[in-house]
């Protein structure tokens, strides 16, 4: 710190206040709005009981964020909206103008700069993601890297609204998915496949193994004694690689390069609209992890969009259109085998067994 | 180490290219005046050619008086990595629907190029700003500049998370509440719940102006709050006549879609009947100018959801059908009071809310924090007759 006085120890003040940093147009018209309507994709209008109109520029993100990036939008607010802007809950910026004849020029400046505007409507927005390889230690796979390499080849379903309805894509590095990938059209889910590897020296210095032994979901973990030690074993039948018992003790390694891959998940929805929202349902039970652009990742998740697309009705979600047509059908269209590992066998696993003879069969 | 040439990274390298912007160009901009984030990429690139991660479990670190906020991060080859040996990210606290100046962001990449990575997410998972990577002896002086320039930190840890909001009425007309008001306030009155982890575990609440929920709290709030609205739906004749000849196929795209089999279309007018509407918001997504929610409006609040980690995901599922817009906050603070000390008395270590429930019972968590039980409640009633009667029902 370079200040030549201490300051004040300030705490628990929380967040500024959200007016601080509201539109003078959004503050007037806060909660009349009228309705809103799509100009272009990426670019809405809300229009207030009063006429005024406030629009929005959306437009992607990495997430990832530097600040010299961070002063860049905030120079493109100064310059076109007045200083103001917000972000949204799937971490696109949103550009917010008072004046229309901002707009064209406030897209050609962030698609120069790299910045593809849309995620609006029926496209495929950005990509909710965890942190991956860049900072967490419990990631099975990176996020990053398999977001980029993804929506460079999706990215044409983000600058238009070309799709039936919205299409949801999130992916987490492990099951303890941060954000709500369980309830996605398409889930990404890094996982392990092999049971923790247990550093017993490790486990007596750094972990409680009565904590630890109650960690385990499925009761796996028992204590034991090796060398003459306190220690746990696993009984491996019974793990299903959940890690939380590596959260509660690091001894309990479950990074395995060879055998650490993804699963591709569909037709979850969180939104109320038509049917109720629905978790992700397994498509693909492993793909292996194969950096830097996870080939494997990119065309499994391609193929499942361009069947969704051609197949499903106009409004239909993905789940929805997979619910109608049925589950047999989803298979045999995306061309995806399904095996032993799509029928549960954990907590509640009788309420997905096919209990009606309510078949669709086909000579 | 700082003459140190940048290592190659021919891996990441090639995720420059391509139309999607880069989240290696962030890291590469940021490294051009930070050496941590130079050794980020280092670091990231091993785990492209290894195929793990580097980074090894937290520690405790945090600033002076706090039990949350800071996720501590070492990587497992320091002697490789010096810049990075130490990497811990802060939850800088968002301010209600993520609504910044551009004079409020230059402060915050500012304060965070002086201190740490010049890395940040915009946003975390939490809704929280992700200031990414930094030294421990780093964290208390970037929390004093935060703190002098308006900002806190967010929860972590088994503590009240970052509530967190959508756009709400600041800019959308389906809001049945001020979700923005409800979270700052929320926030507010939380302060000490979570800064200083309380709980068997975390504790997420947040709040939707309308059952399309778009910060997905059905699927990931302990306590999910949803706008929704007790009247008639909103109608605008005129402009539903717009869309049908706009080329809209009412009778197919929305009346067929309709959960509640409510709404008849004859080709010239649209008949809702409101008594078995589902507040599902599908007719008013698909025809914004023409419908809308009522005037009576409110919340209805929902409780349980979380990812699988413990025993499997659950969906939040409904505790109080509506409540009437100025009741909402009064009615959360004194829910939340009871819940808590029910979990409190009853929940395990690392037992989500949720999962409390499905253990114990809804009915015993409804006896305990004093609800009575509501149809609503349920998709059915039981169908399994193994009824565990209560000592006073029977003589």
């Known amino acids: ?363 | 180490m700082s003459e140190n040439r940048p290592k190659p990274t021919p891996l990441l390298d090639q995720l420059e290219s391509g139309p999607w912007p880069s989240f290696v160009t962030e890291i590469k901009r940021a490294a051009e005046k930070s050496p941590a984030a130079e050794d980020l990429l280092g670091l990231l690139e091993r785990s492209y050619e290894d195929k793990k991660g580097h980074w090894k479990h937290g520690g405790i670190v945090g600033v002076r008086g706090y039990g949350s906020g800071v996720i501590g991060r070492y990587n497992d080859i320091p002697e490789e990595f010096s810049n990075v040996a130490h990497f811990h990210t802060l939850r800088v606290n968002n301010p209600s629907g993520w609504f910044y100046t551009s004079d409020a962001l230059r402060t915050l990449a500012d304060i965070w190029e002086r201190h740490g990575s010049g890395l940040t997410n915009m946003h975390g998972s939490t809704g929280d700003i992700i200031f990414l990577g930094t030294r421990t002896d780093e964290l208390e002086a970037t929390f004093q500049e935060l703190t002098a320039a308006g900002f806190d930190l967010g929860g972590s840890g088994s503590a009240m998370r970052t509530p967190s909001c959508c756009v709400g009425q600041a800019r959308c007309e389906w809001a049945c509440f001020d979700t923005m008001k409800f979270c700052n306030d929320l926030t507010q009155a939380y302060q000490d719940e979570m800064h200083r982890p309380p709980f068997p575990y975390k504790f997420k609440v947040k709040a939707s102006g309308c059952p399309n929920d778009c910060v997905a709290a059905i699927a990931r709030a302990d306590l999910s709050v949803i706008g929704i609205w007790k009247d008639d739906i909103r109608q605008d004749d005129r402009a539903v006549a717009e869309y049908a000849s706009g080329g809209l196929d009412i009778a197919r795209d929305v009346c067929a879609r309709c959960p509640g089999q409510c709404m008849d279309w004859d080709g010239a007018k649209l008949t809702i009947d409101n008594r078995d509407c589902k507040r599902c918001m599908h007719c008013i997504n698909a025809m914004p100018k023409a419908l809308r929610p009522g005037v009576e409006r409110g919340a209805a609040i929902l409780i349980g959801a979380k990812a699988p980690i413990v025993q499997g995901a659950l969906l939040s599922s409904v505790l109080v059908p509506f409540v009437p817009e100025a009741e909402i906050e009064e009615t959360v603070r004194e829910l939340l009071a009871r819940i808590w000390e029910f979990w409190d008395e009853y929940g395990k270590n690392r037992e989500r809310v949720g999962e409390m429930i499905q253990r114990v019972g809804m009915a015993a968590f409804l006896d305990g924090i004093g609800l009575e039980p509501r149809p609503e409640m349920v998709a059915f009633p039981r169908d399994n007759p193994y009824v565990f009667f209560q000592k006073e029902d029977v003589k």
């Open chain 1, 1 to 363: 710190m370079t200040s030549t006085q201490a300051p004040k120890r300030i705490t628990d003040i929380g967040p500024p206040h959200y007016e601080k940093f509201l539109h003078p147009l959004i503050k007037r018209n806060y909660g009349q709005w009228r309705y809103h309507e799509t100009l272009a994709p990426g670019v809405l209008c809300h229009v207030a009981e009063s006429g005024e109109r406030i629009y929005t520029v959306r437009a992607g993100s990495p997430r990832l964020l530097s600040v010299s990036t961070i002063r860049l939008f905030a120079d493109l607010a100064d310059k076109y909206s007045g200083g103001f802007l917000r972000f949204t809950s799937r971490n696109n910026i949103e550009f917010l103008l008072d004046q229309p004849a901002n707009i064209e020029p406030l897209k050609r400046e962030l698609r120069e700069a790299g910045f593809p505007v849309g995620g609006t409507n029926n496209s495929i927005s950005n990509v909710v993601h965890t942190q991956g390889w860049i900072h967490c230690h419990s990631a099975a796979t990176d996020a990053s890297g398999i977001v980029k390499a993804l929506m460079d080849e999706l990215h044409p379903h983000f600058t238009r609204e070309d799709l039936p309805a919205k299409l949801r894509v999130a992916l987490a590095c492990c099951v303890n998915m941060c954000g709500a990938v369980h309830c996605s059209d398409i889930a990404i889910l890094g996982i392990h496949r092999k049971p923790p590897q247990i550093r017993h020296d490790a486990l007596r210095k750094g972990c409680e193994i009565p904590t630890l032994i109650a960690s385990c979901p499925t009761g796996a973990i028992r204590p034991a004694v090796v060398d003459g030690k306190r220690t746990v074993d696993v009984v491996e039948e019974q793990c299903m690689y959940c890690s939380n018992c590596y959260t509660v003790c690091a001894a309990m390694q479950m990074n395995d390069p060879e055998n650490d891959g993804l699963s591709i998940w569909v037709g979850g929805k969180v939104s109320n609209a038509r049917s109720e929202p629905k978790f992700s349902k397994l498509a693909i039970p492993f793909l292996p992890n194969n950096p830097p652009r996870w080939p494997e990742v990119v065309d499994a998740v391609v193929n499942i969009v361009n069947v969704y697309a051609k197949h499903a009705r106009r409004f239909e979600r993905l789940g929805e259109w997979a619910e109608r047509v049925g589950w047999p059908r989803f298979f045999e269209l995306t061309g995806i085998p399904f095996t032993r590992y799509h029928i549960d066998d954990f907590r509640y696993a009788g309420l997905s067994y096919a209990r009606s003879t309510h078949l669709r069969l086909r000579s």
